[in-house]
């Protein structure tokens, strides 16, 4: 079995910074593109990042460019998503992914993803 785990959720105003952990288990994290995708109650999920397995090539949607990065570290066998100047529309469950096929350049379409961890609580408010 594999498995997903995302951390570092909380509460923080706007303007301030949290540091989401995807960490895997089960299987080696770097074989695979992964993605961030978060939804707020209501709404549709929707994608926010993606780091690709085959050259480390990033992707972000529109509404979080300039301000969130994706990055990845092999040894701990986890990827990351500093997320900085928070909004309160970035308030959201935020969920972390793995690409169904290996060392594909990743894009953000839910239907890429087949493993999927539980989600943590992002709530950006004064």
């Known amino acids: 079995q594999l498995q997903l785990v995302e951390s570092g959720g909380g509460l923080v105003q706007p303007g301030g910074s949290l540091r989401l952990s995807c960490a895997a288990s089960?299987?080696?994290?770097?074989?695979?593109?992964i993605g961030w995708f978060r939804q707020a109650p209501g709404k549709e999920r929707e994608g926010v990042s993606c780091?690709?397995?085959?050259?480390?090539?990033?992707y972000y949607a529109d509404s979080v460019k300039g301000r969130f990065t994706i990055s990845r570290d092999n040894a701990k066998n986890t990827v990351y998503l500093q997320m900085t100047n928070l909004k309160p529309e970035d308030t959201a469950t935020y969920y972390c992914?793995?690409?169904?096929?290996?060392?594909?350049?990743?894009?953000?379409?839910?239907?890429?993803?087949?493993?999927w961890g539980q989600g943590t609580q992002v709530t950006v408010s004064s």
């Open positions: 992914a793995a690409d169904r096929v290996r060392f594909r350049r990743c894009r953000l379409f839910e239907t890429d993803y087949g493993s």
């Open positions: 089960g299987f080696t994290l770097n074989y695979y593109s």
């Open positions: 780091i690709s397995s085959t050259d480390g090539s990033t």
